[in-house]
């Protein structure tokens, strides 16, 4: 069918991935076509099939979720991901979000929150478990305290913005230039546009508020 969704599942115990399968295949419109039990793997099936969803454990063999996300983020795939993860830990979900993931998944409520997932993502919404909306909150209200603090945020571009979450993961210009198929001086043009916008002096101060400041960055 012309609106159909192909999904990839990703995750290294085979019960559970049988499971989300069944939960997400009893709606019609929803296709698994590939699954995989470790990140390598998945990284591979995604180049080769282009599915239109990821859904990927975040501890996996080989590959963690983490670094098939950069990896993805870095091709400039056209995939939505979700991670799967057993930890209600807020570091990790902001690393999450910082990286580019759509969807955001408990283990322990996977099996009743995956379809209502996929169908966001694959519409290009976010998605995260309901009990994790607390840490959305405190994502959002940092990120405005920050703004409010340094109102020189408001005025950057969403190029500047881009470049500014690529500094925070300690990309050089030429590692962002190739990321984003522009010249590595405009990066450079762009990084002396952001300090100065954000107040910023010295060599490493602007990687510093990169850092300090990544989850707050939208």
Known sequence: MADEVSILIADDHPIFRRGLRQVIEAETRYRVVAEAENGAA???QV??????????????????????????????????IVFLTMYK??????????????????????ITDIVGCVRAVAAGQP??????????????????????AIPGLNNLTPT???ILKLIA?????????????IHYRTVDNHR?????????????????????HKSQIA
């Open 169 to 181: 993961e300690y990309k050089t210009s030429k590692e962002i230039a190739e990321e984003l198929h």
């Open 160 to 162: 500047e913005r881009r």
């Open 89 to 110: 830990d807020e570091d990790v979900f902001n690393a999450a979000l910082d990286v580019g993931v759509k969807g955001y998944v408990l283990k322990d409520s996977a």
């Open 192 to 212: 002396t546009n952001i300090s100065q916008k954000l107040g910023l002096q010295g060599s490493h101060a602007l990687l510093k508020f990169a850092v300090e």
């Open 127 to 148: 998605y995260i478990s309901p009990q994790l909306s607390a840490y959305l909150l405190n994502r959002s209200q940092r990120a405005a305290s920050l703004e409010k």
């Open 42 to 44: 998945a990284l591979e």
């Open 47 to 80: 180049r080769l099939l282009k599915p239109d969803v990821a859904v990927l454990d975040v501890n996996m063999p080989q590959m963690s979720g983490f670094d098939v996300a950069r990896e993805l983020r870095n091709e400039r795939k056209p995939v939505a």
